[in-house]
């Protein structure tokens, strides 16, 4: 908890230092379960950092680990982390492949099913499969609807321009996603804005 405090502050060295002791501690005392989350933690980590390599190293160590317990949402979560990862150091096919795994082979929370369609709408617009993206961007904004969350409305706006730039311009779509977070009081850190922009 106090690693996630450290995290929703923005101290990144603070949190990576909090959930290294805390994988110390889980592996000391043999709780496999919690190890696998102190990894996918560094994992996520390690995404902010930019440092693809890693992160791909810890969420698989974490998927692993979960998967041997038989622990399915650590499962989902490094699978999660395996997908954001590849999409954003340009591995289209490995991230689509995490996604298209999570969708298919695991039940997925409303939440869940919102993050894994923006993701494939990430994905199919970096491909520019505008109809596919568009398709997704659908879905997803439905599953936003459901959730009834400022934050999941905003997520699903943010990046339209790499499905059609110009329904962007004409609806405004940018200052309305900025407006959830703004209603909110949950700006997007600088590291994920750059992120959800697929850059």
């Known amino acids: ?11 990144d060295d603070t949190a990576t230092a909090r959930q290294t002791e805390g994988l110390r501690l889980a592996e000391d005392l043999g709780l496999a379960v919690e190890a696998s989350a102190r990894l996918g933690g560094l994992g996520r980590l390690a995404l902010l950092a930019g440092d693809w390599e890693r992160a791909r190293v ?32 340009g591995d289209l096919g490995a991230a689509e492949s995490h996604l298209r795994t999570m969708r298919d082979a695991y039940p997925s929370s409303t939440a869940g099913k919102h993050l894994i369609h923006v993701e494939l709408r990430f994905v199919a617009a970096l491909r520019a499969r505008v109809a596919e993206a568009a398709a997704y961007q659908s879905r997803d904004l439905e599953f936003a609807e459901q959730l009834g969350e400022p934050r999941a409305p905003a997520l699903s706006l943010e990046g339209l321009a790499g499905v059609a730039a110009e329904a962007v311009r004409t609806l405004g779509a940018s200052a309305y996603a900025a407006a959830f977070r703004e209603g909110a009081a949950l700006p997007l850190a600088e590291a994920v804005r750059t992120a959800a922009s697929g850059a």
């Open 1 to 11: 908890m106090l690693a996630a405090l450290a995290g929703i502050e923005g101290d």
């Open 58 to 89: 810890l969420h698989e160590r974490a998927r692993r680990a979960a998967a041997e317990q038989g622990h399915m949402h650590g499962e989902v979560f490094a699978l999660m982390g395996l997908a954001l990862g590849a999409r954003r150091s």
